[in-house]
């Protein structure tokens, strides 16, 4: 439940305005003179037209905080935000959403000396060039602390290495 508490801090402050705003169009100005007028909707059961009153603005706030989601998340992940925010409004269906969610970067880790934030698959920093992860003595490449062989170029590493020296 933490996890989707800071997950909802990040939607804007703009797309919860602009998701109650469709959310209360649709119920107050759009249903009133839909639903009532609609011959297909009239035989339906009321419980039905209940969830249709209430779900289908629900679910386009929804999708509307899901773009607000995905362009402040992209922005603080530096990925191209604009570019991902108009492919989550323009791809039907809610795919460019489904994408940015399946293709998104890891978020940049902070350098320990600067404070300066590096995106993950660096291994140094490129404000000071403080180490931020382990490298390979050979090709100086990303490795991981519990690998016992560079995975480029095959190197021995050293199960002690420390990512500040």
């Known amino acids: 439940m933490n996890q989707l508490r800071q997950d909802l801090k990040v939607i804007p402050l703009g797309a919860w305005i602009i998701a109650l705003l469709v959310y209360g169009g649709f119920i107050f100005l759009i249903s009133p003179w839909l639903i009532p007028r609609d011959p297909e909707l009239s035989p ?6 209940v969830v249709f009153w209430f779900g289908i603005p629900m679910m ?10 995905v362009y402040v998340d992209a922005k603080r992940r530096g990925m191209r935000y604009v570019l991902w925010t108009l492919l989550a409004i323009f791809i039907p269906n809610a795919i460019g959403i489904v994408l ?13 000396k600067c404070g300066a934030l590096v995106p993950i ?45």
């Open 121 to 165: 698959r660096f291994s140094h920093c490129p404000a000071c060039g403080t180490a931020v992860a382990q490298t390979c003595p050979e090709c100086r490449r990303r490795v991981e602390s519990e690998w016992l062989h560079c995975a480029h170029c095959g190197e021995g590493l050293r199960p002690a290495q420390s990512p500040l020296g």
């Open 44 to 49: 339906l059961p009321t419980l039905l037209k």
């Open 100 to 112: 940015y969610f399946i293709l998104r970067d890891p978020l940049p880790q902070s350098c320990p």
């Open 60 to 69: 386009l706030a929804i999708l509307v905080l899901l773009i607000g989601y």
